[in-house]
C-alpha cells in the first residue's frame, strides 16, 4: 500500500473486476477514456490476466477512507515504463462519480509521483488529456505537470475532432504536495 492524505493506492486485485465493468460500460466514464465501446467480463479478465505479469507498469486501485472503511473509487497506472530512459506514462480514472470533483484525482496523482520519483528513480512521466476534460486538465496542473505540446485532432468523440495535449512533468519539477 502507499498512503497519501485520505487515500491509499494498492493493487489491484482480480475481485475488483466487476467494480471495472461497471464503470467502464458508463458512457460519462467512459467519455473520458480512450475506450470508446462497452466492456465485458471477459475481456476485462483477459486484460487483468495480461497486465499481472508485465514489468513495464504497475496498477493500483485508489481508494479513501471513509469512517472506518477504505472505498475503491478509480483506477491510477504508471504504464509503458521506460526503465534505461527512465520514463514512464500516467493514466487515472475515477470511476465512482459520487467522487468526480473532490480533489481525490490530484491527491492520487501527487501519490504516484511521489512513488515514481522517489521509489522507482524515474526522472519524467508524461500523459495525454483530453482537450475537453478540463477538469483532468486542472488536475495535472495542480499536480505540477506542464503543457509541452498538441496533437491536432488526434480523437475523434462524438461526432467530432478533439486535440489531445501533451502533458509532463520532470523529478526535479516536483513539488511533494504539488503546486496548486
Request: aromatic share 14%.
Amino acid at each position: 500500500m502507499i498512503y497519501g492524505e485520505g487515500l491509499r493506492l494498492r493493487a489491484i486485485e482480480r475481485e475488483d473486476i466487476p467494480r471495472f465493468v461497471r464503470w467502464f460500460n458508463d458512457p460519462q466514464v467512459r467519455g473520458f477514456l480512450l475506450m470508446y465501446e462497452p466492456l465485458s467480463r471477459a475481456k476485462e479478465e483477459r486484460w487483468f490476466e495480461e497486465h499481472l505479469t508485465r514489468k513495464d507498469e504497475f496498477l493500483f486501485a485508489i481508494e479513501v477512507k471513509e469512517g472506518e472503511d477504505w472505498v475503491h473509487i478509480g483506477n491510477l497506472g504508471l504504464h509503458r515504463i521506460d526503465w534505461k530512459n527512465r520514463v514512464a506514462t500516467l493514466g487515472i480514472v475515477i470511476g465512482e462519480k459520487a467522487y468526480w470533483n473532490r480533489g481525490y484525482g490530484t491527491r492520487a496523482v501527487l501519490v504516484a509521483l511521489e512513488y515514481a520519483f522517489f521509489e522507482l528513480g524515474l526522472n519524467r512521466v508524461e500523459l495525454e488529456a483530453f482537450s475537453f476534460n478540463q477538469r483532468a486538465i486542472r488536475c495535472y496542473q495542480k499536480a505540477g505537470f506542464r503543457h509541452e505540446g498538441v496533437r491536432r485532432q488526434a480523437l475523434f468523440r462524438d461526432g467530432r475532432y478533439h486535440d489531445v495535449l501533451i502533458m509532463g512533468i520532470l523529478r526535479e519539477e516536483f513539488s511533494r504536495g504539488g503546486s496548486g
